[in-house]
C-alpha cells in the first residue's frame, strides 16, 4: 500500500500531541534519550498525521526537543484517516517489543561500551552516567536470556496483566508482580488514588491532647487503639517497623480493617534504609515499601507516597536513587521522616540536602515532613523556600513517648 510520505523539518511547539498515545514516558527513559541525543543527534523522526493534525509516535522527542528550546526536529509526515493512525499507534511499537533478543550480539554491543565513549568524547557528566546505567542493565538482560533466566521476545503471545481485584477475604494467599518501570521491578505508583495536599494533617495525634476531631490528623500507627472519632485522619508508618510488617505478609487481612477503619489516607509505609546496609536489604524494603501502597491502591484507598532519604548505593554505578522512577511523573505531594540518617557530625545536613534533591526532582506543592517539628532547626536552611512549597512539619508521636 502506497501513501503519501515526506520528510519535513518542522517546530515541534506545533505539533499536537495525540489523545490516545498510550505510552506513558518515565524519568528514566527520557534521561536515556537525552544522553543519545548527546551521543549522535537526532536518530529517527517524529510521525505526524497531517489528516488529523496529530502525532502519531515520537511524543517523547518532541517533549524534551521543547525542553531543549529547539525549533526544527526531523518529522515523517504521513496522511492516514482515524482508523490508521490508530492502529499504528497500536502496534508500531508493539511489533518492535516482538522482536528476539541475540543475546551474543547484545553481548558483544555492551561490551564494546568503553572503546565506544572514548571516540564519542563525551563530556556531559549525566549522559555518560545514563548510559553506562543502561549499559550495564542491558549487560544483565543479555545474561540473563543467556542462562534461560529471562525471555529473548519482550512482548510474547499471550501476555498480558491480570487486573488486580479486590481482596477482603481475611486468609487469601495474594501472589501479585505489579508493573515496574525500572530493572529492579520496584512497582509503579498509580497517579491515582493519591491525598492532595489539601488533604493533609496538619497535627500529630496523641491520646492526652484535646484537638478539634473534625480536622484531619497523623496516626502514628504505634499509637493503637485510636479514638473512635477520627474522620478525615491520616494513618502513618514511619517508625517501628516490626509494627506494620504485617501489611507486607498478610496483605489481605489488613486490607479489610483498613477499609472498615475509613481512614482518610494512608501513608506508604516507610520500612528502614540505612546508609550503610547492604545495597539488596535497602532494595527490598523499598520494594515492599511501594508494593504495600500500590496494593492499596488498587483496592481503592488513597495514599501518600513517601521518598526515603538514604541515598541507596548501586553497585558498580555510583549513587542511583532508585525510588525516583517509580513515583508518578505528577506529584502534588509527598511525605519523608526527618531523621539522623547515620552516627557521623552534619548527619542532619546531609539529610536536609537529600529532601532538598527531591524537591528540586519532583516539584510538588506540598511536603509533610514527619519529625520536622523538633528537628526544624538542623535542616529548615538547607531547603528552598522560593519554589511556593508547603511544607507541614508535624512532630513525631515516639519522641513525645521517650519523654514521657
Not at 508500531?92 to 516482538?98: K, Q, R, T, Y
Not at 496483566?161 to 495474594?174: F, G, L, M, S
Request: with cysteine; net charge positive; hydrophobic share 35%.
Amino acid at each position: 500500500m502506497e501513501s503519501d510520505l515526506t520528510l519535513e523539518w518542522m517546530d515541534p511547539n506545533f505539533l499536537p500531541e495525540n489523545p490516545l498515545n498510550w505510552r506513558q514516558h518515565t524519568n528514566r527513559q527520557k534521561k536515556q534519550f537525552q544522553a543519545l541525543f548527546d551521543a549522535v543527534g537526532w536518530g529517527g523522526a517524529i510521525l505526524y498525521n497531517k489528516k488529523t493534525d496529530r502525532i502519531v509516535n515520537g511524543h517523547m522527542r518532541r517533549q524534551e526537543a521543547i525542553k531543549m528550546g529547539l525549533t526544527r526536529v526531523p518529522v515523517l509526515v504521513v496522511s492516514w484517516s482515524e482508523e490508521q493512525e490508530q492502529q499504528a499507534l497500536l502496534g508500531l511499537d508493539s511489533i518492535g517489543a516482538m522482536a528476539k533478543i541475540n543475546s551474543d550480539a547484545l553481548k558483544s554491543l555492551t561490551e564494546g561500551f568503553d572503546e565506544r565513549q572514548k571516540a564519542l568524547k563525551l563530556t556531559n557528566g549525566k549522559s555518560l552516567d545514563a548510559m553506562l546505567e543502561m549499559n550495564n542493565d542491558l549487560k544483565v538482560l543479555a545474561r540473563k536470556i543467556e542462562t534461560k533466566k529471562a525471555s529473548a521476545i519482550l512482548l510474547q503471545h499471550g501476555t498480558y496483566t491480570p487486573k488486580v481485584k479486590r481482596h477482603t477475604e481475611p486468609n487469601e494467599e495474594i501472589d501479585i508482580i505489579f508493573t515496574s518501570s525500572n530493572p529492579y521491578g520496584i512497582p509503579d505508583l498509580l497517579p491515582t488514588n493519591l491525598l492532595s495536599p489539601e488533604d493533609l494533617p496538619r497535627t500529630t495525634y496523641y491520646r492526652d491532647d484535646i484537638k478539634d476531631p473534625m480536622a484531619p490528623q497523623y496516626y502514628c500507627e504505634s499509637i493503637r487503639p485510636f479514638q473512635s472519632n477520627r474522620e478525615g485522619g491520616v494513618l502513618g508508618f514511619f517508625t517501628e517497623d516490626w509494627r506494620f510488617n504485617k501489611f507486607y505478609e498478610k496483605p489481605a487481612m489488613w486490607l479489610k480493617k483498613l477499609l472498615d477503619d475509613s481512614w482518610g489516607g494512608l501513608v506508604q509505609p516507610d520500612f528502614s534504609l540505612y546508609q550503610d546496609w547492604p545495597f539488596s536489604m535497602n532494595l527490598w524494603n523499598l520494594y515492599r515499601s511501594r508494593w504495600v501502597a500500590r496494593f492499596w491502591q488498587e483496592n481503592g484507598l488513597k495514599i501518600l507516597p513517601i521518598v526515603q532519604n538514604c541515598m541507596i548505593r548501586q553497585p558498580g554505578a555510583g549513587a542511583h536513587r532508585i525510588g525516583l522512577e517509580s513515583l508518578p511523573d505528577t506529584l502534588r505531594c509527598f511525605g519523608t521522616e526527618c531523621r539522623s540518617i547515620s552516627q557521623n557530625k552534619g548527619s542532619f545536613e546531609v539529610w536536609g540536602r537529600n529532601l532538598r534533591w527531591w524537591v528540586d526532582c519532583l516539584k510538588p506543592e506540598a511536603v509533610l515532613i514527619y519529625g520536622g517539628k523538633e528537628h526544624q532547626s538542623k535542616f529548615w536552611g538547607y531547603l528552598p523556600h522560593n519554589r511556593g512549597v508547603e511544607y507541614i512539619l508535624l512532630p513525631s508521636y515516639i519522641s513525645k513517648r521517650r519523654k514521657l
